[in-house]
């Protein structure tokens, strides 16, 4: 596709229940970053995948969440037992090879709001 | 200390007028810079890369200071859709993130 494309877009989850959210990056992107954006905040690092690698995980919260992209293209971010701070607005993000690459940028998807009640 | 800072704002600045916003990194080994646009509920798009000789694009200028670890975005004659949150965005280049700042609340008033 043209651009980066997330679903859903919209999610309600009541407390304790999973939740699995997909980004599509754009075709031939080798690096896939997802955030986390709180109201009022800019986004947070999550984790980072090079194709179907997950190199760095370091800014996921707990082991409630969880990241793959097991086939180097689409990724899923699942969060286990969400809890109310959870919901926030979950961006995607593709970009060429940022090891390789000086003043790469990184091309977001639209988010998914996550809502838990 | 968190890798970008910025100060959030907001700034409300009447049509015409000419603002700029200042962002801090701690990482003296970054390598790459932009300025990102994030509109109300909508997803952050570049606006513009921050070179180190500094580069304009219309009526935007971006600067990068080294030596202080700081990126500034001028912009000169607002307009009421500049009206957005602008994002300090670093790339240190030795790892795999981009780290974002808070954002500054830009609003232009007629």
């Known amino acids: 596709g043209a651009g980066v494309s997330q679903s859903p877009r919209y999610k309600v989850a009541k407390r304790g229940q999973d939740v699995a959210l997909r980004c599509d990056p754009i075709?031939?992107?080798?690096?896939l970053f997802w955030y986390q954006q709180a109201l009022g905040q800019g986004p947070e690092f999550l984790t980072y995948?090079?194709?179907?690698?997950?190199?760095?995980k370091s800014g996921l919260p707990s082991d409630r969440f969880f990241a793959e992209r097991p086939e180097g293209s689409v990724s899923t971010l699942k969060i286990q037992r969400t809890q109310q701070e959870d919901s926030a607005v979950y961006l995607c993000?593709?970009?060429?090879?940022?090891?390789?690459?000086?003043?790469?940028?990184?091309?977001f998807g639209q988010g998914t709001r996550l809502t838990v009640v | 200390r968190k890798e970008v800072e910025q100060d959030p704002g907001p700034f409300n600045v009447p049509e015409g007028a000419t603002v700029a916003f200042n962002c801090t990194y701690s990482?003296?080994?970054?390598?790459?810079f932009f300025w990102y646009r994030q509109d109300c509920r909508k997803e952050p798009k570049l606006l513009m890369s921050?070179?180190?000789s500094g580069n304009e694009d219309g009526r935007f200028t971006a600067q990068l200071n080294r030596a202080s670890q700081y990126i500034s975005l001028l912009i000169r004659d607002s307009k009421l859709s500049d009206s957005a949150t602008y994002l300090c965005?670093?790339?240190?280049?030795?790892?795999?993130?981009?780290?974002f700042g808070t954002g500054t609340s830009l609003t232009v008033i007629p």
């Open positions: 993000a593709s970009s060429l090879s940022a090891r390789s690459l000086m003043n790469t940028e990184a091309f």
């Open positions: 075709s031939g992107h080798v690096s």
């Open positions: 995948f090079q194709n179907e690698a997950q190199l760095d």
């Open positions: 990482n003296s080994a970054s390598q790459s």
């Open positions: 921050v070179y180190s």
């Open positions: 965005v670093v790339n240190p280049n030795t790892g795999n993130q981009f780290y």
